[in-house]
């Protein structure tokens, strides 16, 4: 990893803030951040890590630019890769990211002829991330001031459009946030399905399936007339934390409507995704509610193919749902077995309001 002259002067940082500020959608801010900083310090390779509440981390970008000289001129090719649910991290970056979160600051490591370079990324006075980087030489006094900065303005903008993409009562990825994320997250299955790539960070990509599933509470409508919509609203709550609680860190959910939500989870196999799903309306089916009783969701599941339009894979769920309710509720279908069961056929599959 070769070091480039820097960018670092005031119009330079100021200008990389606007475009940062300009843009509407919280994974391109991530994207944004490393093509800030990697320019600002003149470093041709920094990655950043998101993690959960225990550290783990959910997702890696890693962000290159290669010098490539072509008929005499010399041009930088920018290259962002973006990795969901990260397994394979070193044993020196897992190091590293310990000390800067029992250490709240900048930390680095030797590495070889390197240093390994990691800072801390903030969020609700706990640490949300870590921008990372190597290096020949040690960070300067002003190319800390400028990181911290950067890191901070990302921060606060970051908060600020991710609320913007939360639902207030359950504080879920709403419904706007699904329609503008499936592309991107199409994007990012096929880029996966079709990478095999296992490079000098220990990067191995397992091939995974994503399955997604649209889970519905059964008779929500009853629970609002007969107990208030402020239980019903509790209900949502608790629903939404059953569901968190029984998915795991790394999967997606969103409350896609009223009383439906839209799970987006990463699973080797069919039977493992309808296990997941099984375990969400099992433990929804378990759970004493206040006041209200016991409970119970359906839902209808496909698999998240990247070659078959988003759109088509929510329809194909939806189909899938409705199919459930049909049957009775309180059950899991997916849209494979129903067609083979020639339940449904292609086109005269359930409505959904497509967006
Ligand atoms: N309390 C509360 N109710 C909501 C909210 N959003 C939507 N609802 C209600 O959710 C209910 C959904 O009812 P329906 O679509 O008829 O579905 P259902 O009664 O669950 O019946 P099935 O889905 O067929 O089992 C409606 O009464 C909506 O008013 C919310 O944020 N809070």
Redesign the pocket.
């Known amino acids: 990893m070769s070091n480039q002259q820097s960018d670092s002067g005031l119009p330079s940082i100021l200008k990389k803030l606007g475009a940062m500020t300009a843009i509407r959608d919280t994974s391109m801010v991530e994207q944004s951040l490393l093509r800030t900083l990697g320019p600002l310090l003149g470093i041709l390779e920094t990655s950043f890590y998101r993690v959960d509440d225990y550290g783990n981390v959910l997702r890696a970008l890693y962000h290159t630019r290669t010098v490539v000289d072509a008929l005499g001129s010399k041009r930088i090719v920018d290259n962002l890769e973006e990795v969901t649910y990260e397994q394979h991290i070193s044993a020196e970056l897992r190091n590293l990211f310990d000390s800067v979160r029992l250490l709240r600051k900048s930390c680095c490591r030797k590495l070889g002829l390197k240093l390994l370079i990691c800072y801390p990324i903030f969020g609700e006075n706990q640490v949300l991330g870590y921008f990372v980087f190597q290096r020949d030489r040690e960070v300067t006094a002003v190319e800390d001031a400028i990181i911290q900065g950067v890191l901070e303005v990302f921060t606060n903008y970051f908060a600020l459009l991710d609320s913007s993409q939360r639902d207030q009562?359950t504080g879920l990825l709403n419904r706007y946030s699904l329609e503008t994320n499936l592309d991107r997250l199409w994007n990012l299955l096929s880029a996966k399905l079709h990478s095999s790539r296992d490079d000098d960070n220990a990067r191995v990509n397992t091939p995974q399936t994503y399955w997604l599933c649209i889970l519905?509470?059964?008779?929500?409508?009853?629970i609002?007339?007969t107990f208030g919509?402020?239980i019903?609203?509790e209900?949502?709550i608790m629903v939404t934390r059953l569901l968190q609680g029984s998915l795991r860190q790394s999967d997606l959910l969103y409350r896609y409507?009223?009383?439906e939500f839209v799970a987006i989870i990463a699973a080797n196999d069919f039977e493992s995704a309808r296990e997941a799903f099984e375990r969400t309306r099992l433990c929804i089916e378990q759970f004493l509610f206040p006041q209200v009783g016991h409970i119970t969701i359906?839902g209808g599941f496909s698999s998240a193919d990247p070659s078959v339009l988003p759109q088509e894979v929510m329809h194909r769920a939806d189909s899938a749902l409705y199919a459930a309710?049909n049957a009775g509720?309180n059950r899991i279908y997916d849209y494979d077995t129903l067609m083979k069961q020639g339940v449904l056929q292609e086109a005269a599959t359930g409505t959904i309001d497509l967006f």
């Open positions: 009562l519905d509470v059964d008779h929500f409508k009853t609002n007339d919509h402020m019903g609203d209900v949502l409507g009223g009383e359906s309710k509720r």
